[in-house]
């Protein structure tokens, strides 16, 4: 029905803007679009004539410009339908690739940083398994809520697949990037969703990378730069999920893509107490928290 109206809407605005070679109509006289008999048949008509001419074009105007409203707001809202993901109703990858280079463009003319965290649910494949595909979609949701009410107005978090999620903290450096990521790592751990399955031996919640940029690289494309931050970020992240220590682990890109340092940190909140750090010869290759590689 939605559809039907949108094409009927974009017929009426063509009507109401006629082609070069289309006449206009008025007053049961034709009017072809040519400056110079348009001129000579406006002067023939009197003040009254011309008034209500006017008046005609004003609303012919105004219409226009309604249809051309309404024709924005729906097509903002088919694109904005189609950046986001079904079930949960966040934001799927593509929409964090163009959000990504929108903050990259804006990190490097007014050196603003931003922080983009990447996290996967613990155990998820436990919950599936355990209690049906069917409570893993409520689990899903129910984070995706949390996220969308936790971050500000102007920020988007992302649902990438699965499992996987991703928070894009707008204007935020790495210390501000860590307060929130330890706050939503707390309260992940106890949204209530948990306490319905029997965890006395699984661990719920996230694992989390969190990377933070604040460079000027002009000699890589920005859409190879929103690639290398999420790949490190999602490298990351996987390397904290795939040791038997949890923690938080987070870098800063402050000077180009190699020789990263990253740290592995606990926090009180998340009840974790151990902490170290590592170096990341390349943003694709991790070291373990021993040093091993």
Known sequence: MEEKSYHREEQELKDLC???????????????????????????????????????????????????SKLGEKYTKKADEADRECLTGLYNHKKLKKELEKNIKRTERFEEPFSLLVMDLNNFKYINDTYGHSYGDKVLREVSDYLNNNIRNYENAFRQGGDEFAVLLEKTDIKGSLEFTERMCSDLQELEIW???????????????????????????????????????????????????????????????????????????????????????????????????
Not at 37 to 58: T, Y
Not at 201 to 206: D, I, L, S, V
């Open 18 to 68: 006629p082609d070069k070679n289309e006449k206009i109509k008025k007053n049961g006289s034709i009017y072809e679009k040519n400056n110079e008999k348009a001129l000579s048949l406006l002067k023939d008509m009197s003040k009254e004539e011309l008034e209500r001419f006017s008046m005609e074009l004003i609303e012919r105007k105004n219409k226009t410009d309604r249809l051309i």
């Open 195 to 293: 306490e319905r399955m029997d965890n006395e031996y699984k661990e719920f919640g996230a694992s989390i990378g969190v990377v933070n940029y604040n460079d000027i690289n002009e000699e890589i494309e920005d859409s190879e730069k929103s690639k290398m931050i999420y790949d490190i970020a999602d490298e990351v992240m996987y390397h904290s999920k795939n040791s038997e220590i949890s923690y938080i682990a987070y870098t800063e890109i402050k000077n180009g893509f190699e020789n990263l340092d990253f740290e592995l940190f606990v926090t009180e909140k998340c009840e974790r107490s151990k902490k170290d750090t590592s170096n990341i010869a390349n943003y694709w290759s991790l070291k373990d928290p021993d040093g091993s590689i």
